[in-house]
């Protein structure tokens, strides 16, 4: 799987660049959904990541992929946990728990983005100061 070909490493930040970030910064949903697509299903190193999982991984991948309420369908750095993007999750809850009661997909939850930053809440080392963490 290493290293990978400098061919596909270009092709891979090609679609990054110049077409996932583009697509946040523009917030344009059709095109992040095809450089999410773009990106797990045409890049060599996810390729091959997604070879090496179970057949349940690759059908729920597959089936996704056909589906026009889905749109777009990704897989995490080394699998086995995807993840989708849909405008209609209700036409996909029925579909996603056929695939739970097949043994296939364990879990699934559906959320929709915060169109606001971060914001961050931590534990002190000492467990005494409960106050959210302030950016400096």
Same mark, same amino acid.
């Given at each position: 799987v290493?290293?990978?070909?400098?061919?596909?490493?270009?092709?891979?930040?090609?679609?990054?660049?110049?077409?996932?970030?583009?697509?946040?910064?523009?917030a344009?949903?059709?095109?992040?959904c095809?450089?999410?697509n773009?990106?797990?299903?045409?890049?060599?190193?996810?390729?091959?990541?997604?070879?090496?999982q179970?057949?349940?991984?690759?059908?729920?991948i597959r089936?996704?992929?056909?589906?026009?309420?889905?749109?777009?369908? /990704?897989?995490?750095?080394? /699998?086995?946990?995807?993840?989708?993007?849909?405008?209609?999750?209700?036409?996909?809850?029925s579909?996603?728990?056929?695939?739970?009661?097949?043994?296939?997909?364990?879990?699934?939850?559906?959320?929709?983005?915060?169109?606001?930053?971060?914001?961050?809440?931590?534990?002190?080392?000492? /467990?005494?100061?409960?106050?959210?963490?302030?950016p400096?």
């Amino acid at each position: 799987v290493v290293p990978i070909p400098i061919a596909e490493a270009r092709k891979t930040a090609h679609l990054v660049l110049l077409h996932l970030a583009p697509a946040i910064a523009e917030a344009d949903y059709h095109a992040f959904c095809r450089a999410v697509n773009a990106i797990n299903s045409e890049t060599y190193y996810k390729r091959k990541q997604i070879a090496r999982q179970s057949p349940g991984v690759k059908r729920l991948i597959r089936e996704a992929q056909k589906r026009s309420d889905v749109d777009a369908i /990704g897989m995490s750095s080394m /699998g086995p946990c995807c993840y989708a993007f849909t405008r209609r999750p209700d036409a996909l809850s029925s579909w996603l728990e056929e695939l739970r009661k097949a043994g296939i997909v364990t879990r699934f939850w559906f959320t929709t983005a915060q169109n606001h930053p971060a914001v961050f809440e931590g534990v002190p080392a000492n /467990g005494t100061d409960d106050r959210p963490c302030e950016p400096s």
